[in-house]
Structures are given as C-alpha cells and as structure tokens.
DNA sequence: AGTTGTTTGAAACATACGTTCAAAACAAGA
DNA sequence: TCTTGTTTTGAACGTATGTTTCAAACAACT
C-alpha cells in the first residue's frame, strides 16, 4: 500500500522514490542525522518528520542503534560496489598506471555517482561519515570497518603497488591526510565560509569543489 | 584551600596543576567531550570523574553549554595567544619568505606546545575541534569563530600574500584542505589504523605525525 | 568569636528519551 | 465473508538527563 517509483534509463537507475515506511523512515533519519548528529536527533524527530508513528522505527528497525546502521548500510551498498567494480579494473593495470589522480578517481566516481540517488547524497554521506569517524567510543566504526574494510584495504594495495618509492608506513598516513580533506571538506563545505570573509566568490557544486582538490592530494602523494 | 603548583623556567611555564573545582570540572569534561562527544557524556559523568559535586557545574558555569565553551576558551586562548605572536612576526616579512613550510609552522609550533600545559592535550584538543567542526546545528561554532575567527583572518591573508599566483578561492580550498587533513589526523591517529592491515609499524607521536604531513600539505599547496 | 560572602552538599524537580504493549487497521487468500 | 499474518496506532513505562533549591560547611576579615 505504498508507492515505488523506479526511473530507469539504458538499464541504469536513475531516480527512485519509494514511500515505504521503512524509506521514509531511512530518508527522515539520515538527513537529520547529518545536520545534527546521532544523540541530538530523537526518534521523535526523525517520526514526525517522516510523518509515521513512533513505534514503527522499533517495529521496522529494532532499536535506534540499528537504525542508525541502517542509514549507512544504504549508503555503503551503493558506495561499495561502484566502488569494488572500479577496484576490480585497477588491479588488472600496470603499476605505472596507478597514478594518484587515477586511484582517486576511482573514489571519486562512485562518490558523486550517489547524488543519483538521492538528492544532496554526497554531502549528508560525508558528514555521516565524519561523525561516524569521531564517534571512537561507539560500536559505530567497529561495524563501518568489519563490513566494508576490506574494500579500503584493497584500495591501500593499489596505492602500495602504483607507489613503490614510498613506505608502507607513509602510504597509510597520506591516504590518512587525503580522506581527512576529502571528509572534511564536503561534509562542512558551508562552514569554514563563514569563518573568512565574504569577498570570495566560490563554487559551491560538490563536484567543482572534488575537482579542484585532486590536483591538491596528488601533489601531495608525490611529494 | 586550593592546592596550585606552576612551574616556571626562565620565566615560562613548563607545567602547571590547579586543583580548584573548576579546574578539576575542566580537565574531567575535556577529556570525556574528546572521547565521547558532547551529549554523551553527562554532567555526572563529569563530576563523578572530577570528584566534585554535581551541583557545582550549573555553580561555577551556569550550564552544560557554557561548560563546552569554557573548556574551548582554556585551549583557545593558549593556542591562539602564541599563534598570533608568530603572526606578527610573520606579517613583518616579505612574501618572499611567506612559504607554506613556514606559515604550517606558525600553525603547528603553537599547537605543539598545548602539550606543555596537559597531558596529551594536542590529541584532545583535536578531537575536540572535530567534534566541534561536526556540530553544524550548535552554536558552538558560531562562538568559536566569532571570538578566535579573526585570527585565521589574519593566516589566511599571510598565504595570499605568500602566493600571489593563487586565487582567493583556491587559497580558501586549500587552506580548508589542510585543516581536514590536520584535525582528520590528529583527532583519530590511533582510528583508521584498525582499518587498515596490522603488519605496519607506525609511530605514533603527533608529534612525528605532524613533521610527516608537512611536506605533503606544502606540496599540495604548491600544485 | 562573630559576621559576611562564597562554595559545597544531598535531594528533588521537570522533562525528554528509547522502548514496549495491546488493540486496531489493513491486506491477501480461502 | 471469514481467517490469517502484517503493519500502524496511541498510550504508557522506566530511566537518565540538566537544572534548581536550600541548608550546611567553609574562608576571610574585624
């Protein structure tokens, strides 16, 4: 008794609303989620917003902790097999084809590729990841990392392989840099802006702003 | 009735204890908002820690709220006394001299030292920024950039005057860069490292981990 | 020793939260 | 239409939180 819509072009999905409670639900949590983070939203917010009662968050998700997983499952599933289709391309080229702009876009792509989905998907992913990334106390990163390290750690490799000259040692602590301006960058692209003044006159697409930070981590990458 | 100890060395403070209640709530609540966030952890978490009173945080605080920002003010007014005599004297260059290795050690120098007052005070005040960082919604940015903004103000126009063949925009983008790489990495130094594979031998002083990072930042910024 | 202003202490308050429950509403098949 | 399994609903429960209150303890000064 709900409504699915589904566009699909040349058997690719391009947009798809449902009005399931469950994706109401997903849709309500995961926004406010990223505006305020994971205690400071109530299940009464997220309820109220996706205009279904309180009780059904229980009912469909068990608890809040796993509702919580759930909005980042959606998110990685997407994410993660884009992302693993690439990888599996990579890991067939030579090492002097693994230059960092090529490994990184190979992150990239799958990233932009979710504002497909849904509308502003890049950026409210990225700050869930950023609050996940500062959550260090909670399950939240344990569960991130035991369900979809291992394509990071593939991603790693191929870094190792295209930079022999570096140490393994500096080669995680650069990834470590890159996704830390990466996560940083569009998860609070609005917000450093008020911190300096107003007289710039700055893209604000998600995608001009990935663009003009490739060239920035790749010359750190060789540097 | 209070016991404080500061020991000074030709006229610098090296280390200084202060066992006032307010000093107690203060180091109890830094460091459970560093590993917990801020609404998870409760005031009787805090006071149960600091073994104080509960009551004595509205006393000497007035609030919860007014707590967070007075632990920002005890690091920020350290931090941004000694940035802003480095940026005196750097203002008295010419842009000659104005290269980013530099203008990072302006930034860098003065963060380093926070771990002359508290122990481990660098990773805490790191995380602490993060965390703030995340907190789009609060008005803990808004203080924070409304009391300490002006003085990145005054970093950011160092870098313009450093590369004049960078425009406004990129200067902003890069600077923001940086930043994310910065707190990213210093906020979770011992985080990402479950993620990746346990055959590294990492060291782990922010210490090293900071001189690391600055020629990759400088050499992005020269991109 | 007595007075005054400040700090601490134990208890209580009101509120907001996640969760549970049982009844009602609904959908689909016999 | 009756039955069965699923979903939605409104209300309630127990708990944890920030804050307030007011009396007791304390420190400094005369």
Do not use: C
């Amino acid at each position: 008794m709900f409504q699915t819509t589904v566009l699909v072009v040349y058997g690719q999905i391009i947009m798809s609303t449902n009005d399931s409670t469950q994706t109401k639900i997903l849709d309500a949590a995961e926004f406010l989620f990223a505006e305020r983070g994971f205690a400071e939203t109530s299940l009464r917010t997220i309820t109220s917003r996706a205009k279904v009662n309180l009780a059904s968050v229980n009912y469909h998700f068990g608890s809040k902790k796993s509702l919580i997983q759930a909005v980042f499952d959606r998110f990685l599933q997407d994410f993660t097999l884009q992302l693993s289709i690439r990888l599996n391309e990579l890991e067939q080229e030579p090492a002097s084809e693994l230059k960092a702009e090529v490994l990184l876009g190979a992150l990239i792509d799958p990233l932009l590729s979710l504002n497909k989905t849904r509308k502003n998907a890049v950026s409210i992913f990225m700050r869930l990841l950023g609050r996940a990334y500062a959550e260090t106390q909670g399950h939240l990163r344990r569960y991130v990392t035991e369900r979809y390290g291992h394509v990071l750690v593939r991603f790693t490799h191929l870094f190792q392989k295209g930079y022999p000259g570096l140490t393994n040692d500096q080669i995680f602590w650069r990834l470590h840099y890159m996704l830390g301006s990466l996560i940083f960058t569009l998860a609070g692209s609005d917000a450093l802006r008020q911190i300096s003044e107003a007289d710039f006159n700055r893209s604000l697409e998600v995608k001009d702003v990935i663009q003009e930070m490739v060239p920035f981590l790749a010359a750190g990458m060789k540097a």
